[in-house]
């Protein structure tokens, strides 16, 4: 290990720093990538969940208005 300058600071070598810094930006690379790929299948199966959903309200809305219809009408 280094010891500290007068002014308390280390000094690294620049082939170091670089090596640490290509490294950290890699690493925020692909935690963005992940991150995109996350947003993206949450995006797709949002969608999907919503298209059921309006399925499932139309079937509903059929089934009360029949109901309803049956009602004003009498038994069948």
């Given amino acids: 290990m280094s010891t500290p300058n007068e002014d308390g600071k280390?000094?690294?070598s620049?082939?170091?720093a670089l090596n640490e810094t290509t490294w950290f930006?890699?690493?925020l690379?692909?935690?963005n990538l992940l991150l995109a790929?996350?947003?993206?299948e949450l995006t797709a199966t949002v969608e999907v969940l919503?298209?059921?959903l309006d399925?499932?309200?139309t079937a509903l809305e059929f089934e009360l208005s029949e109901k309803t219809t049956e009602t004003?009408?009498?038994p069948k």
Avoid: P, T
């Avoid at 790929?37 to 993206?40: E, I, S």
């Fill in 37 to 40: 790929q996350a947003v993206h």
């Fill in 50 to 52: 919503r298209k059921q």
């Fill in 29 to 31: 690379l692909n935690r």
């Fill in 10 to 12: 280390v000094a690294i």
């Fill in 14 to 16: 620049a082939q170091a």
């Fill in 25 to 27: 930006k890699d690493q």
């Fill in 55 to 57: 399925e499932a309200n």
């Fill in 72 to 74: 004003e009408q009498g």
